[in-house]
């Protein structure tokens, strides 16, 4: 079964907390936080999550070292959608770790590593789009929209994901007096990842959130995902508290 990013995951949770407590400059409960998440981790996507945020905090290069590769082979492990768009960034980390050591040929291949997996999106969906609009099969949704998060921005490009629960978030955000709803989309041209979320708070882009300045086709409804009235508010409250300027 692939791992899908859930903000409500336990270990998710511990590493939202720590990255909070590094914010305020609390490091050392941030790293105390960030073990307890490893050490809560059951899977491989919970372990390459912990892992990650763990290498960060290191001081030795060796442990950062130690800890981006127990990232990277617990994502290897996992070898998903899920978790393809950190493969550049966990590769990138070992690369500059290998070359502060002095290792010029392993820093150069995983510089290499890192490049080769670089590039547009191989995800293949489904993908959804959340909002109250009224819509239909067949319609096409397009860029120039205003944004759910600063009314006076205009946005150059129309947002999806693939992930459906991200959608139902979007569709609680969406401004209108309708529904929620969930469309089933594809998209007709090219599409790159959501530059908002990809390496910021988590490696490469674990939401499989997208964008494109091209439109989406509807070819569906979703009428199913998870999304209770709490599980609204802690992603509303944590979507205001890390909203940096809009990469539009």
């Not at 990650?52 to 905090?57: C, F, N």
């Not at 989406?216 to 409250?237: D, H, P, S, V």
Request: charged letters at 25%; proline letters at 4%.
């Amino acid at each position: 079964m692939a791992a899908i990013f859930d903000p409500n995951n336990v270990v998710i949770k511990l590493c939202m907390s720590g990255m909070s407590l590094e914010e305020n400059g609390k490091i050392e409960d941030a790293v105390k936080m960030f073990h307890k998440a490893w050490n809560e981790a059951t899977d491989d996507y919970e372990r390459f999550i912990a892992a990650y945020h763990l290498a960060r905090q290191q001081k030795s290069i060796t442990d950062k070292l130690k800890w981006m590769e127990t990232a990277l082979q617990c994502a290897l492990n996992i070898n998903d959608e899920n978790v393809k768009s950190a493969y550049p960034t966990l590769y990138l980390n070992i690369a500059k770790c290998f070359e502060e050591l002095g290792d010029s040929d392993n820093a150069q291949k995983y510089y290499e590593l890192s490049n080769s997996y670089k590039g547009a999106p191989t995800d293949e969906g489904p993908f959804y789009h959340g909002t109250k609009a009224d819509l239909q099969i067949g319609d096409l949704l397009t860029a120039g929209g205003d944004s759910n998060y600063k009314p006076d921005l205009k946005m150059n490009h129309i947002y999806f994901t693939a992930n459906v629960n991200v959608a139902g978030l979007a569709a609680a955000l969406a401004k209108g007096e309708g529904r929620e709803r969930i469309y089933i989309v594809e998209p007709i041209g090219e599409f790159e990842n959501d530059p908002n979320v990809t390496d910021q708070k988590f490696p490469g882009n674990l939401t499989r959130s997208y964008r494109s300045k091209e439109p989406l086709r509807i070819i569906g409804e979703a009428t199913e995902w998870k999304l209770t009235n709490r599980e609204r508010q802690e992603w509303g409250e944590n979507l205001n508290k890390n909203m940096g300027e809009i990469i539009n």
